[in-house]
C-alpha cells in the first residue's frame, strides 16, 4: 500500500476516489507551517520549493489547487513565488482568510477596502505595548489585519500577557483575534478559512478535497471538510505537524512531519496520478 493513504476510513475512502477522480478534485493548502517553514521575519518565510513544483505538478492533474492562508494574497504570490510556477496557471491565492484573491489565469486581485478600526488600532498599538513593557514584539502590517509576533522575544509568557489587552482593544473597535503560533491577529470578523474553502468546492464543484493546514486559523476549513463530508464530498485532512501547535493532529487523517513531510506527500501523490493518467480522468490526461 502507498505510504501516501490514509489508514482512517474516510481519509483512505476520500483518497481512493481522489486516484478514480482527480479531476474533481480540490487540493487546499494553508501557507505558513504547511508550504512554507516558520521563520522568525515573516517576509523571510518563503515557501519549499519542493511542495512549490509538487503543487505545479498537481495542477496539471486536479481539478483546481488552492492556496487558503492568513496573509495578504499579494504576500503568499511574492513568498510562494506563484506567479511563476509551470503548471500553477490556474491557482487560486485565498488571501487574509478568504477576504482577498489572486487568480493565477488572469493574474487579477480582488482586495476589497480595509477596515477603519484596523488604522486605529494600529494607532493605538505602540502605546498599549509600551505599557505592557512588550514594545520589542514585532508588528506585521497587513493591511486589512494586524499581526502582534511574539516568536523573537524567546519567551512563552509574553503571549499570554498579550491576549487579554490585545482582545479587549480589537473587542473595543469591533474587530476579532485570531491567535496562532507566536501571534495574536487582529482582522475584521464575518468570514474564516471555512467560508473560503466552502466557496471554492462549490466554485469548482469538487466531489473530493484534501485540506493541508498546521495552526488554529485552518480549524474552522477543517470543520467545514467535516461538514462537506455529510454532504457527500470525500475530505481528506492533513496536519502539518509541529511542536508548537497539536489541535490538528486528533482530527487528521495523516499527520506529516511538517512542511517537508507536506512536500514529499504532495509529491508522491502527483507521482501516483502522473503514473495512473493513462487510466484516470485528469486535466492533462483524459
Ligand atoms: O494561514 P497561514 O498561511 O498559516 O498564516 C497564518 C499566519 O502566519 C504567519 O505567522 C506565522 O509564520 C511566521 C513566519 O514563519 C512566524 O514568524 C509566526 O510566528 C507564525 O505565527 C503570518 O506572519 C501571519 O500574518 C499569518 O496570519
Not at 65 to 84: C, E, K, Q, S
Not at 194 to 201: F, S, T, W
Request: glycine share 12%.
Amino acid at each position: 500500500m502507498s505510504p501516501t493513504r490514509p489508514q482512517s476510513g474516510v481519509g483512505g475512502q476520500a483518497y481512493e476516489a481522489i486516484l478514480v477522480r482527480p479531476s474533481e478534485t480540490l487540493v487546499a493548502v494553508d501557507f505558513d507551517g504547511t508550504l512554507a517553514p516558520i521563520t522568525d521575519d515573516p517576509e523571510q518565510a518563503y515557501a519549499d520549493p519542493v511542495a512549490v513544483a509538487a503543487l505545479g505538478r498537481l495542477g496539471a492533474l486536479v481539478g483546481q489547487v488552492v492556496v487558503i492562508t492568513g496573509r495578504p494574497a499579494r504576500t503568499a504570490v511574492r513568498l510562494g513565488g506563484f506567479d511563476r510556477v509551470q503548471g500553477l496557471d490556474r491557482l487560486v491565492v485565498l488571501g487574509q482568510y478568504g477576504v482577498e484573491r489572486w487568480d493565477a489565469a488572469t493574474g487579477e486581485y480582488v482586495l476589497p477596502p480595509e477596515p477603519e478600526a484596523i488604522t486605529t488600532v494600529r494607532e493605538e498599538l505602540p502605546g498599549l505595548l509600551a505599557d505592557l513593557g512588550l514594545d520589542r514584539v514585532r508588528i506585521e502590517n497587513k493591511g486589512r489585519a494586524i499581526g502582534v509576533h511574539t516568536r523573537e522575544l524567546r519567551d512563552p509568557a509574553a503571549l499570554r500577557r498579550l491576549e487579554g489587552p490585545i482582545r479587549d482593544l480589537a473587542e473595543r473597535h469591533g474587530l476579532h483575534v485570531e491567535p496562532g503560533k507566536s501571534v495574536l491577529e487582529i482582522r475584521a470578523p464575518g468570514i474564516d478559512k471555512g467560508d473560503a474553502l466552502r466557496r471554492i468546492v462549490v466554485e469548482v464543484g469538487a466531489r473530493q478535497v484534501v485540506f493541508a493546514g498546521d495552526d488554529l486559523g485552518d480549524l474552522p476549513a477543517f470543520r467545514a471538510v467535516e461538514q462537506l463530508r455529510t454532504e457527500g464530498v470525500d475530505g481528506l485532512l492533513i496536519c502539518s505537524a509541529s511542536h508548537e501547535e497539536d489541535a490538528l493532529t486528533e482530527i487528521s487523517d495523516l499527520v506529516l512531519d511538517g512542511p517537508a513531510g507536506v512536500a514529499e506527500w504532495l509529491s508522491a501523490l502527483a507521482a501516483r496520478l502522473e503514473r495512473d493518467r493513462p487510466a484516470s480522468d485528469g486535466p492533462a490526461g483524459n
